[in-house]
């Protein structure tokens, strides 16, 4: 299988299930799940009451061999998943991504406190992320485009490429071999859509629509409207998301430790345990900014991602076994 099926996801098949057909997730509808089997594409027969928001694109499932009526979903390695203010459950982006492409123009849509963002969400996903720069053509300091991409997080690949450019899928082509899964994220307008076609080559049926960005602002408008799956031309997958322009950052603490690694690294050694590396006398934190090693923006968009983080993430109280999930308390 070519899809992206592993051992991981077949060790969970019980004796009784070896009969049963696998389907991989292609696109989440508000009635409907469609998918991709051995077979092709295919239309699950879901059971009454399904609630199509519990599945993500890029999910494994189970269903009969010729029915395709759902069994049931495999569990996930990897979960692309966001908070949304009001409701409840989280919104589930991609699922079993090895790799998350953020998306970013040379222009005024480049910008470090939501590209920041992305990463904790990719992060705390257990997924790599790579920073794709696009727009190259159109930027009069484009080294510097690149100094601060490569400089959100420790060991953040970064690669530029003209989307439109068959080049493209040769520079991103250590991430998308044959079984690999990759995701798209981005702002509207950045060129993922016209990467996604690019990527797939030129014998793709159906290509992604594309359209044009505001000059004034680099604002583009919507032309991705639902996630979808996409085979690549060199054998991998890869998942096109909607234009994201906010992400309220939430469920994120461990992919925030390790979007600021060089912050996280130099807690311990101030004087205090609990230091808030704002006015401690022996704050390590503090001692980096003066020595001109840490930026204090840097510093600043930490805290605010941090307080985002602990204001957004719901809280678990009940005992032990017996946990209800709340929001917390706004003060």
């Not at 690549?232 to 603490?253: E, F, H, K, Q, Y």
């Not at 461990?254 to 060089?262: N, P, R, S």
Request: charged fraction near 20%; hydrophobic fraction near 40%; aromatic fraction near 4%.
């Amino acid at each position: 299988m070519t899809l992206g099926w592993s051992d991981f996801f077949a060790d969970q098949l019980a004796p009784e299930e070896t009969g049963l057909a696998v389907v991989r997730i292609a696109s989440v509808h508000r009635a409907r799940l469609s998918g991709l089997s051995i077979e092709g594409a295919v239309d699950l027969d879901l059971p009454v009451h399904t609630n199509t928001g519990d599945f993500a694109v890029g999910d494994w499932v189970l269903a009969e061999p010729h029915s395709f009526a759902l069994h049931r979903r495999l569990d996930r390695r990897t979960l692309l998943q966001r908070r949304i203010e009001g409701k409840k459950a989280p919104q589930l982006a991609a699922a079993n991504v090895d790799t998350l492409f953020i998306v970013t123009s040379c222009n005024l849509d480049f910008n470090p406190a939501r590209l920041e963002r992305y990463l904790a969400l990719c992060n705390q996903a257990g997924t790599e992320p790579v920073m794709v720069l696009t727009k190259a053509d159109t930027a009069e300091d484009l080294a510097s485009y690149q100094e601060q991409a490569a400089a959100l997080q420790r060991g953040l690949a970064v690669v530029t490429v003209n989307a439109r450019s068959p080049d493209s899928a040769l520079a991103l082509a250590p991430w998308c071999k044959p079984g690999q899964t990759v995701a798209m994220i981005g702002s509207s307008g950045v060129g993922k859509s016209t990467l996604v076609n690019t990527l797939a080559g030129p014998d793709r049926a159906t290509a992604q629509e594309t359209g044009g960005i505001r000059e004034r602002d680099a604002k583009g408008r919507h032309t991705t409207t639902a996630r979808s799956l996409h085979a690549i031309a060199g054998g991998g997958w890869i998942i096109d998301t909607p234009g994201m322009r906010t992400l309220n950052v939430s469920d994120a603490a461990e992919g925030i430790d390790t979007l600021f690694a060089e912050i996280t690294d130099l807690a311990p050694s101030c004087r205090f345990r609990d230091c808030t590396h704002a006015h401690e006398p022996g704050c390590a934190v503090q001692a980096a900014i003066a020595a001109g090693t840490l930026p204090a923006e840097r510093l600043a968009r930490w805290r605010k991602l941090l307080a985002e983080n602990r204001s957004n993430t719901p809280e678990q109280t009940g005992p032990r076994g017996n946990k209800t999930t709340s929001p917390r308390k706004k003060y």
